[in-house]
């Protein structure tokens, strides 16, 4: 049976004559189906008319010359689906009201190893086997999910695997992997340094190198979601994808604009993290200098070439997200939806909020399907990042006050907290490094608040009964500042 997806898209003629085979890894046609969705370049008749291209896309005439078409994906959804999750795409009441439209969420950190990565892994193993039935193995250089999957996968199809990851790699992961029976070796202070080793290795041991964002098969297996949301949601007016090494982006993207072009496909990255900007800016993959990110699984220095030479031809436009956001979309998710996503599985979401990249009017009221790719997040790390979400949010602040060294100063300045309904998480204070009155102390003071509201109310509070103020409720810190971001407040 063909796609209701595909078949409203306009994309398949509904008389073409279709023989399906018995066996789930062997699919025949009479001019080609897979898993019910016919191949693009077997459709015959007129092809729906192509959306106008926006500044971030590019126009090509011979889709075909691609790294990866939708045949390609349409094989990878057939070839993968026995060991994969069909994860759900479902509809957020919360989220849906305060981003303004209707928000689908689709949970693929549900997969085994907790990403998306699982599908492209398991196509590129699939595809290795279909063309050596016993081969020596498969070798990637990962620090944390391409890693798992490919562990995973590899195990399950009884493929050697070896991955080289770097010191950075979390233990959690490397622990796991070792468990999926890889041969784990840790070589190098990044991950360009573990891939130098890893492609080594490809020559001495003949392993065969599976690239984690640009390999055509791990793209094409990406690309599986963009079909399970087309079924799943076929109304859908924008997906918004978060973007690494652009491997998601570029097989979700030709999935959608194949089964539904008038879709429009957003990219999201952090700022810290902007490597297809400014492979946009160049019209070529070129290297960024990347920082530190809440968003660590996106934190590619260059975009894959594949990748980008797919995901230009058809994404409307990508974004970028800052650290604030993606630490509330990570609270966001974790008190409305009681999902545990990690920094680049939440970019999307972050793009959206009030605030974001993409809260803008032409999305308001619309169908916008957002995948979470990723869950794998350290607890201590979890931790860290919900408390910088509670503080941007105005619900965790820290101030400095100046109170009188005498006995009861600090009582009278906690009263005024009480008073105010503020809960005290921490207080410390300090006399040394006051240059003022020889009476007074500094007080530093991190409580707990109901949001921005209450946090002018308690500020307010406090000046009126003369303290004079360090106040740490800025959204941003100033230019040239790595951490705090004290604004000076005096009575």
């Not at 090509?60 to 795409?89: E, K, M, N, W």
């Not at 990255?269 to 200098?289: I, L, M, R, W």
């Not at 650290?323 to 009681?338: C, G, M, P, Q, W």
Request: proline fraction near 5%; aromatic fraction near 6%; charged fraction near 25%.
């Amino acid at each position: 049976c063909l796609s209701g997806a595909a078949i409203l898209a306009g994309r398949i003629d509904v008389n073409l004559p279709v023989v399906f085979s018995t066996s789930d890894d062997d699919v025949e046609i009479a001019d080609e189906a897979v898993c019910g969705e016919i191949e693009e370049e077997e459709v015959t008749g007129a092809a729906a008319p192509a959306p106008e291209p926006s500044l971030t896309r590019s126009v090509v005439t011979d889709l075909d010359s691609l790294p990866i078409t939708f045949s390609d994906i349409s094989r990878a959804s057939v070839s993968i689906r026995s060991g994969i999750v069909r994860t759900p795409c479902v509809q957020s009441h919360f989220l849906s009201e305060i981003v303004g439209a209707n928000v689908y969420l689709k949970s693929e950190f549900r997969q085994f190893t907790g990403s998306f990565k699982e599908r492209g892994a398991r196509n590129a193993i699939q595809k290795l086997l279909q063309e050596d039935e016993r081969p020596v193995g498969v070798i990637a250089a990962s620090a944390g999910n391409h890693a798992l999957a490919l562990a995973w996968h590899g195990k399950q199809l009884n493929v050697p695997v070896t991955v080289v990851m770097p010191h950075v790699a979390p233990m959690a992961k490397v622990d796991k992997c070792r468990k999926f029976g890889a041969r784990v070796i840790i070589e190098g202070e990044h991950i360009g340094e573990a891939k130098v080793l890893a492609e080594e290795l490809v020559a001495s041991e003949q392993l065969s190198y599976v690239n984690g964002y640009d390999d055509p098969m791990i793209l094409a297996g990406a690309g599986t979601i963009g079909i399970e949301i087309i079924d799943d949601c076929p109304d859908v007016d924008a997906v918004v994808v978060p973007v690494g090494g652009a491997g998601l982006i570029a097989g979700v993207s030709c999935a959608i604009k194949t089964l539904k072009p008038d879709t429009q496909v957003f990219g999201v990255e952090p700022e810290f993290a902007a490597s297809y900007t400014a492979a946009s800016k160049a019209g070529k993959p070129v290297p960024f200098d990347v920082k530190p990110t809440l968003g660590d699984g996106l934190a590619v220095p260059v975009v894959g070439p594949h990748a980008f030479e797919v995901a230009r031809h058809y994404v409307d436009e990508v974004v970028t997200c800052t650290e604030k956001e993606i630490s509330l979309s990570i609270l966001r998710l974790v008190e409305n939806e009681k999902m545990v996503v990690e920094g680049g599985g939440a970019s999307g979401l972050a793009a959206c909020l009030p605030g974001g990249a993409l809260d803008r009017p032409s999305l308001k009221g619309k169908n916008v399907v957002i995948p979470l790719c990723g869950g794998n997040i350290d607890t201590t790390t979890l931790g860290r990042v919900l408390d910088r979400g509670l503080a941007a949010d105005s619900r965790l602040v820290n101030f400095e006050a100046v109170v009188s060294d005498r006995p009861g100063g600090i009582a009278r300045l906690t009263a005024v907290l009480c008073e105010e309904g503020a809960s005290i998480k921490d207080i410390y204070h300090e006399r040394a490094w006051l240059y003022t009155s020889i009476d007074q102390v500094r007080v530093k003071c991190v409580v707990e608040l109901q949001g921005k509201e209450h946090a002018m109310r308690l500020k307010k509070a406090l000046l009126d009964k003369g303290y004079p103020l360090n106040w740490c409720i800025d959204d941003e810190p100033p230019a040239g500042s790595s951490d705090g971001f004290f604004q000076h407040v005096t009575a």
